[in-house]
C-alpha cells in the first residue's frame, strides 16, 4: 500500500503524455488541414481547469476523468456552423483530409514510440547477456539439450546481443513457427546448435511466462550454499547463523546451491523457516523467519545475508548496449514496427481463441507496471511508455466504430460507394462501437480484479 502514490503518479505520468500526444495529433493534423478546432480536452466530464488560446481561441481543458481525451472541431453535425466558417469545417472537407485528420492520433502514438526508443538506444543501457540456465526436466529447453551457463549468439541465424533480443525474438517466432535453431558457445568457447521446439510457449491461451513453458530461463551459476556475511542485527544473525555456514536444507528439502536457498528465503516471508546447517563439521538445526519487503509487487523474504565469494560470482553477466544515430533510428523503426504486428497477429488470435482473453490488461495492470518500471529506471521507464504508446496506436486503428480506425472504415466506405453513410448508419455503428468497446473494457477490468485477488 505504501507504494501506491508513487505507481500513481507514474501511472497518471504515462497516460497524460500519451493522451496529449495522441489528441495533439489529431489537433495539429486539423490546424494543417484548415478546419477549426473548438476544444481540445484531456480527461472527460466536469472540467478542472480551462482556457481560450489562439486566433481561434480554442477552449484548452482539464477534466475530472483522465482515462482519454477529444478535440472538438466545427462540424454542422453537431452545431450551427456561420456561413463565413462552413469552408473550416470538418464535415466539409474531402474525404483525404478526413482520414489524415482521424489518423493522425495513432500515428502520432507511433512516432512517440520511435523517438523514446531512439533516444534510449543512442543513449545506451546496461543489458543481461542471454546466458541461458540448467533447463526443467522434460521441458523443451531440456529436450534441446540446453547447458547452464551456454550462451546464445544466433536465433535462426538472427544475431542476439541481450537477453531482451533473446525474450523478443522467442515471442514473434513461436507465434508462427514450431521451432528454431540456436546457436550456442559454452564457457569453454565450444559452439553448439540445439534446436528448440515452440508449441508449449502458447499452451494455456499464452497465459503467464511463454519462456516459462519453454524451460527458457536465465543462467544461475552453480555457488555453494554458504554465507559470506551476515548482516548484524539482521534476521539470520539472530538466528544464530554465521559467516563460513552451509545450508544443507531447508523445512527439509535439500539445498545445494545458493540459488536454491535465494528462492526458499524468497518464498517464506513471515514464515519460520527451519535450517539445516553445518558449521567447520557440526551439524545445527536453526529457525529463521525471513522479513517481508515488498519488489515490484510482490511481498518476499530476506532474511540479511550476502554469498561466499566464489570465481562462479564473478562470470560477467553484462553488457553495455548502444547505437550511432541512423543505427539508433533504424532499431528504433524496426523495434515499432515489429510489436505492432505482434499486437495485432495476438489480437487476431484472441478472436480465434488460440490466445487467452485474460491476456487482455485494464488501468490497474497498467499502472501496476508503470510503478515497476519507473523503480528500475528511466530507461525502464520510457521503454514501458513506448510499448503502451504502440498498444495504444494499434488499438485505435481497429476498425471499430468510435476509434479512429472505425471513423477511417467509414471514409473507406465513402470512397467505394462514391458516398458517405447515412446518419442513420453511422449512428447504428456507434452502438455496435460502444457495446465492443463495453465488453473489452469489463474483461480488461474482470482480468485486473482476478490478478489482485489470486496474486
Given at each position: ?342 499486437s495485432l497477429l495476438m489480437l487476431g488470435k484472441m478472436l480465434t481463441g488460440e490466445v487467452s482473453w485474460r491476456n487482455l490488461s485494464g488501468p490497474v495492470t497498467i499502472a ?88
Amino acid at each position: 500500500m505504501s507504494n501506491f502514490p508513487f505507481y500513481l503518479a507514474a501511472f497518471l505520468v504515462v497516460l497524460g503524455v500519451l493522451i496529449v500526444v495522441h489528441e495533439f495529433g489529431h489537433y495539429a493534423a486539423a490546424r494543417f488541414c484548415g478546419v477549426k478546432v473548438l476544444r481540445f480536452s484531456l480527461g472527460f466530464g466536469p472540467v478542472l481547469w480551462q482556457k481560450k488560446l489562439g486566433r481561434d481561441q480554442t477552449e484548452w481543458a482539464l477534466s475530472v476523468f483522465p482515462l482519454g481525451g477529444y478535440v472538438k472541431m466545427l462540424d454542422e453535425r453537431e452545431g450551427e456552423v456561420a456561413v463565413e466558417e462552413l469552408g473550416r469545417a470538418f464535415n466539409r472537407q474531402g474525404v483525404g483530409k478526413r482520414s489524415l485528420i482521424v489518423a493522425a492520433g495513432p500515428l502520432a502514438n507511433f512516432a512517440l514510440a520511435i523517438l523514446l526508443y531512439w533516444g534510449i538506444f543512442m543513449y545506451g543501457s546496461q543489458e543481461l547477456l542471454p546466458v541461458l540456465g540448467t533447463p526443467p526436466v522434460d521441458s523443451p529447453a531440456a529436450m534441446a539439450g540446453v547447458r547452464n551457463g551456454e550462451q546464445v549468439r544466433r536465433i535462426d541465424g538472427e544475431p542476439v546481443a541481450t537477453w531482451n533480443d533473446l525474450r523478443w525474438t522467442l515471442l514473434q517466432k513461436a507465434v508462427d513457427q514450431e521451432s528454431v535453431e540456436l546457436e550456442v558457445i559454452n564457457e569453454q568457447q565450444e559452439i553448439s546448435l540445439r534446436r528448440l521446439y515452440l508449441q508449449a510457449a502458447g499452451e494455456g491461451g499464452w497465459e503467464g511466462d511463454a519462456l516459462l513453458r519453454l524451460g527458457v530461463g536465465f543462467y544461475r551459476p552453480k555457488v555453494p550454499a554458504v554465507l559470506g556475511q551476515v548482516v548484524s542485527g539482521g534476521v539470520a544473525d539472530l538466528a544464530g547463523l554465521k559467516p563460513g555456514d552451509r545450508i544443507l536444507a531447508a523445512n527439509g528439502k535439500a539445498i545445494q546451491f545458493w540459488h536454491e536457498l535465494v528462492g526458499k528465503v524468497r518464498d517464506s516471508a513471515g514464515s519460520v523457516l527451519h535450517l539445516d546447517v553445518e558449521r567447520r563439521g557440526e551439524l545445527l538445526a536453526l529457525d529463521v523467519v525471513p522479513e517481508a519487503f515488498a519488489e515490484r509487487g510482490q511481498t518476499i523474504g530476506r532474511i540479511g545475508v550476502a554469498v561466499a565469494d566464489n570465481a562462479e560470482l564473478h562470470r560477467e553477466m553484462r553488457t553495455f548496449v548502444s547505437y550511432g544515430f541512423f543505427a539508433a533510428g533504424g532499431k528504433a523503426l524496426a523495434e515499432t514496427w515489429d510489436k505492432s504486428v505482434f499486437s495485432l497477429l495476438m489480437l487476431g488470435k484472441m478472436l480465434t481463441g488460440e490466445v487467452s482473453w485474460r491476456n487482455l490488461s485494464g488501468p490497474v495492470t497498467i499502472a501496476d507496471y508503470a510503478g515497476q518500471s519507473a523503480r528500475l529506471g528511466l530507461d525502464y521507464y520510457l521503454k514501458f511508455m513506448a510499448l503502451v504508446s504502440i498498444s495504444l496506436g494499434v488499438l485505435n486503428l481497429l476498425p471499430i466504430p468510435v476509434l479512429d480506425g472505425g471513423h477511417l472504415m467509414y471514409h473507406m466506405i465513402e470512397v467505394v460507394r462514391r458516398r458517405p453513410l447515412s446518419e442513420r448508419a453511422m449512428e447504428l455503428g456507434q452502438r455496435i462501437g460502444l457495446s465492443i468497446l463495453f465488453v473489452l473494457m469489463a474483461f480488461a477490468f474482470f482480468n485486473d480484479i482476478n490478478r489482485l485477488v489470486t496474486g
